[in-house]
Protein backbone atom coordinates (compact mmCIF):
# COMPACT_ATOMS: atom_id res chain seq x y z
CA UNK A 1 0.00 0.00 0.00
CA UNK A 2 1.40 3.46 -0.79
CA UNK A 3 2.30 5.87 1.52
CA UNK A 4 -0.54 9.00 2.23
CA UNK A 5 0.90 12.36 0.80
CA UNK A 6 2.29 14.57 3.21
CA UNK A 7 -0.08 17.69 3.29
CA UNK A 8 2.59 19.72 1.71
CA UNK A 9 2.15 17.47 -1.21
CA UNK A 10 -1.40 17.51 -1.26
CA UNK A 11 -1.19 20.97 -1.64
CA UNK A 12 1.30 20.76 -4.61
CA UNK A 13 -1.30 18.56 -6.35
CA UNK A 14 -4.03 20.89 -5.72
CA UNK A 15 -2.07 24.28 -6.97
CA UNK A 16 -1.32 22.28 -10.11
CA UNK A 17 -4.36 21.52 -10.52
CA UNK A 18 -5.60 25.08 -10.00
CA UNK A 19 -2.88 26.00 -12.58
CA UNK A 20 -3.75 23.57 -14.93
CA UNK A 21 -7.62 24.73 -15.06
CA UNK A 22 -9.18 27.43 -17.06
CA UNK A 23 -11.98 28.17 -14.24
CA UNK A 24 -10.22 27.71 -11.26
CA UNK A 25 -11.50 31.52 -10.37
CA UNK A 26 -9.10 34.60 -9.12
CA UNK A 27 -6.07 34.57 -7.62
CA UNK A 28 -8.16 35.10 -4.16
CA UNK A 29 -10.27 32.00 -4.98
CA UNK A 30 -7.55 30.09 -5.46
CA UNK A 31 -5.46 31.66 -2.27
CA UNK A 32 -8.58 30.07 -0.10
CA UNK A 33 -8.78 27.07 -1.58
CA UNK A 34 -5.05 26.55 -0.90
CA UNK A 35 -5.12 27.81 2.61
CA UNK A 36 -8.26 25.23 2.94
CA UNK A 37 -5.66 22.57 1.33
CA UNK A 38 -3.50 23.68 3.57
CA UNK A 39 -5.34 23.36 6.92
CA UNK A 40 -4.80 27.55 7.29
CA UNK A 41 -1.27 27.10 7.50
CA UNK A 42 1.18 29.49 5.55
CA UNK A 43 4.32 27.85 6.46
CA UNK A 44 2.94 24.13 4.85
CA UNK A 45 2.25 26.44 1.46
CA UNK A 46 6.27 27.70 1.49
CA UNK A 47 6.62 23.65 2.29
CA UNK A 48 5.21 23.14 -1.09
CA UNK A 49 6.81 25.73 -2.52
CA UNK A 50 10.36 24.40 -1.75
CA UNK A 51 8.76 20.73 -2.64
CA UNK A 52 8.05 22.64 -6.34
CA UNK A 53 11.85 23.54 -6.41
CA UNK A 54 13.34 20.75 -6.15
CA UNK A 55 11.27 18.94 -8.33
CA UNK A 56 11.71 21.96 -10.76
CA UNK A 57 15.76 21.32 -10.12
CA UNK A 58 15.46 17.74 -11.01
CA UNK A 59 13.12 17.93 -13.62
CA UNK A 60 13.12 21.77 -15.41
CA UNK A 61 11.23 20.78 -18.52
CA UNK A 62 8.07 20.08 -16.14
CA UNK A 63 5.24 22.17 -17.10
CA UNK A 64 2.89 21.34 -14.91
CA UNK A 65 5.19 22.11 -11.83
CA UNK A 66 6.39 25.68 -13.42
CA UNK A 67 2.83 26.56 -13.72
CA UNK A 68 1.91 25.34 -9.96
CA UNK A 69 4.94 26.67 -8.45
CA UNK A 70 4.11 30.30 -10.49
CA UNK A 71 1.04 29.66 -8.94
CA UNK A 72 1.85 29.42 -5.24
CA UNK A 73 4.23 32.37 -5.45
CA UNK A 74 1.70 34.07 -6.69
CA UNK A 75 -0.42 33.30 -3.75
CA UNK A 76 2.56 33.44 -0.96
CA UNK A 77 2.98 37.14 -2.42
CA UNK A 78 -1.25 37.85 -2.01
CA UNK A 79 -0.64 36.45 1.38
CA UNK A 80 2.66 38.92 1.95
CA UNK A 81 5.30 36.44 2.32
CA UNK A 82 8.41 37.44 1.10
CA UNK A 83 9.50 35.12 -1.72
CA UNK A 84 12.84 35.14 -3.93
Known sequence: M???????????????????SEKAGTLEQMT???????HQDQATLEHSLVLYRNRLR???LDAVSHRG????????RFLGASVS
Open 2 to 20: PRPLERAQQVCLHSSTLAA
Open 58 to 60: DHP
Open 32 to 38: VALLRTA
Open 69 to 76: AELMSSVL
